[in-house]
Structures are given as structure tokens and as C-alpha cells.
């Protein structure tokens, strides 16, 4: 079953307006997420790593301001797109590594993603 | 950082046939190497992986290997069924613990 829970699984937002996206981790605790954007036949393009009790950390060119990212507990993290634009239309997927482990040498799992229309 | 780099793109099979992926990232330092795969609008599955200290691995029809002096490793499909057909996507960890995924292949198995 799934370790990773994303929701909501589907958003169609107006162009200014902010949606948030949750991920939680499912029967372990993860001081770790991490937020990944994946626009329609192309790659998992890391966006930030969310830090539980810490700010996220950004990747080049991730507009920090637009993508607010809250990991308020060790199983919720949060991505809001804030004043959202057509352009921003994609699927948002986040992950945690399994068990709450360092990422550095074991696998992460998924969420089921959340695909983002903006209008 | 790390760059990973995957080949081919898309790739065809019969059914039966066999499928292979080949993946190369930059950093001498990553040591977990996952694939995972995925079908269209649903979330990345791990199918295999494979850490430094190891040089194949094999689970049922799915083999992957790594070459670390080359800094190489593939994946194996061995009998290839149409439910195969999925984006793979190969990764490697950077030293800052974050996955860095190749491009991807589409793989289309034919009956």
C-alpha cells in the first residue's frame, strides 16, 4: 500500500489564485520530503527539499516565494503555489525516503502526485 | 552536482524480448542507484536498485548492473511482457543525499 499520501490528487485553480498541496508520510516519520515538479513527458525535476523544523532548501531557479514550502510535523509537509499562472500547470509529486531514513542510501516513495491546471 | 544521463529515449520491443536501459552519472561519490517505473499519470514505482558495493543484481525478469570505475549501470528486462510498457526512469544520490533522475524511456512491448 501506499507509504506516501498526496492530496488532492487533481486541481483546476484561476490564474492569481494559491493552492496547497499535502503530503504526508504514512506509519513513519519523515524529517525529509522532498517536492518534485514533472511537466508532461519529461523528467522528475527536484524543486526543494522540505526540512522538518527548518526552511526548505531551493533548488537553482525555484522561485522560493512562489513555492512556499511548510513541514510543520514529521509526517506533513505542504507546497503552496502561490498567485499560480498557466504556466505553473503541471504534476507536482512529492517523496519521502522509506522509513525515514537518510535519503543518501535507501529508496524513496512517492505520493501519488497532484496534477495542476491553472486557467 | 550529479548529471545522469539515460539512453534511449524510447525503445520497442516484441514480446519476449529483452529491454535494456543504460544509465551514466557524474559523481564518484553517489552510491545508490534505483530505477523506478511509471505508467502514465501515476506515481514513480521503485522496481529495482542497486548500491555501490554490489555489481548486479537480480529480482525475477528485472536484472540491473553497475559498472562504479565507469560509472555506468543498466537495466535488464528479460522476457518482456506488454504490462512492462511504463517511462523508466533511472537515479543516482548526489552527495547532498538528493536523487537526481535521467530522462527517461519510453518502453513499448508489442504483442
Known amino acids: 500500500g501506499a507509504v506516501v499520501s498526496q492530496h488532492p490528487s487533481w486541481v483546476i485553480c484561476k490564474s492569481g489564485t494559491s493552492v496547497k498541496i499535502e503530503c504526508r508520510s504514512l506509519?513513519?516519520?519523515?524529517?525529509?520530503m522532498f517536492w518534485y515538479r514533472q511537466f508532461p513527458k519529461q523528467s522528475l525535476m527536484l524543486m526543494a527539499t522540505?526540512?522538518?523544523?527548518?526552511?526548505?532548501?531551493?533548488e537553482q531557479g525555484v522561485e522560493k516565494d512562489k513555492f512556499l514550502i511548510n513541514h510543520a510535523s514529521l509526517t506533513l509537509s505542504t507546497l503552496t503555489v502561490t498567485s499560480a499562472h498557466p504556466e505553473d500547470s503541471s504534476f507536482y509529486i512529492c517523496?519521502?525516503?522509506?522509513?525515514?531514513?537518510?535519503?543518501?542510501?535507501?529508496?524513496?516513495?512517492f505520493g501519488n502526485g497532484t496534477r495542476l491546471t491553472v486557467t | 552536482g550529479e548529471n545522469v544521463e539515460q539512453h534511449p529515449s524510447t525503445l520497442s520491443v516484441q514480446e519476449g524480448d529483452s529491454a535494456v536501459i543504460k544509465c551514466t552519472y557524474s559523481?564518484?561519490?553517489?552510491?545508490?542507484f534505483p530505477w523506478y517505473k511509471q505508467e502514465l499519470g501515476k506515481r514513480p514505482q521503485l522496481i529495482i536498485d542497486?548500491?555501490?558495493?554490489?555489481g548486479e543484481k537480480k529480482d525475477q525478469r528485472i536484472a540491473v548492473t553497475l559498472n562504479k570505475t565507469a560509472k555506468h549501470f543498466s537495466l535488464h528486462i528479460t522476457e518482456t511482457q506488454p504490462e512492462d510498457s511504463a517511462v523508466y526512469f533511472c537515479?543516482?544520490?548526489?552527495?547532498?543525499?538528493?536523487?537526481?533522475f535521467g530522462a527517461g524511456t519510453q518502453v513499448v512491448v508489442t504483442p
Open positions: 542497486i548500491r555501490s558495493n554490489v
Open positions: 522540505s526540512n522538518e523544523g527548518s526552511k526548505a532548501t531551493y
Open positions: 559523481d564518484s561519490a553517489s552510491n545508490y
Open positions: 506509519d513513519f516519520q519523515a524529517t525529509t
Open positions: 537515479a543516482a544520490t548526489d552527495s547532498w543525499g538528493k536523487f537526481q
Open positions: 517523496s519521502a525516503p522509506w522509513g525515514g531514513l537518510s535519503s543518501y542510501n535507501s529508496p524513496l516513495h
